[in-house]
């Protein structure tokens, strides 16, 4: 295990939907105190101050209490500042989360010994144009999702890399996703898992009708863009958010981030695989009989 410099200013942010997230946010305070930490901030991560005091790099390390969902909203608070986090799953799925609700005291102890190593992930950047003018940009951590609207009926994609034709697809939509994506939506559609240390781009299709069905890994540094040709309503997603409507003929171009997202992990890289292997075996979302 590597070693590290010990952080000594604290975050502390639950997802305020789990019941006994904020108890055990209190017991984590009252061990670093004991530890001898003094800079301590807890909050649900819904908290705008959280947000605020993150963006002045006022911390260390964030310690989230969630599951993956958590760990993807405290990706998008830590990036731009670049602190690391590190999870403790109350959730049901744990891609992200290494550490589990009755180990954290052990994992803890690692941390403060500096007994742990720093993973940097991939992030994504994603712009929607309408010709020269450009509508929006996102930083993204899971994935880019260009699909049908409302309305129940495959649209007309054409995607080009690094400005040559790639394929055409009719499909309810089109996915782009990081390494880390590539356990989320994009593995639900069909998609390859990738190493979490890759840097390469996951192009899946959603449900493609007569279009090429097989996903697409791009070499490392490549820029995809996505065109819309459709009659029909065409939406634009990035992390599940709230969509943005995409108009017929509009561009969304995606490209590596400037941006890295950084976890603690205390296990070794091959723990992603027993994990996944963990996950795939049995899925934890459903409960036993």
Known sequence: METNSAPSRFALAYNPQVDDAAPIVGQITSFLRDKGIKSIFSSNLMDENLAGRINSAEFDCLIVLGGDGSMLQASHLCAQAGIPIAGINLGSFGFLVEVQRDDWQKYLNQLLEGKYRREERMMLRAQLWHGKTLRGSWEVVNEVVVCRGNLVKPIHLYASVNG????????????????????????????????????????????????????????????????????????????????????????????????NIIFIRFHDPGYFYANLNRYMEKNPSNPPK
């Open 164 to 259: 040559f034709p790639m394929a055409s697809y009719v499909a309810d939509g089109l996915i782009a996703a990081t390494p880390t994506g590539s356990t989320a939506y994009a593995l639900a559609a069909g998609g390859a898992i990738m190493p979490p240390e890759l840097r390469n781009i996951l192009i899946v299709p959603v449900a493609p009708h007569i279009s090429l069905d097989r996903a697409i890994i791009l070499s490392e540094g490549s820029i995809v863009s996505i065109t819309v040709n459709s009659s029909h309503q065409a939406v634009l997603s990035v992390d599940g958010h709230e969509p943005v409507t995409v108009e017929n003929e509009e561009l969304v171009k995606v490209e590596t981030s400037e941006r």
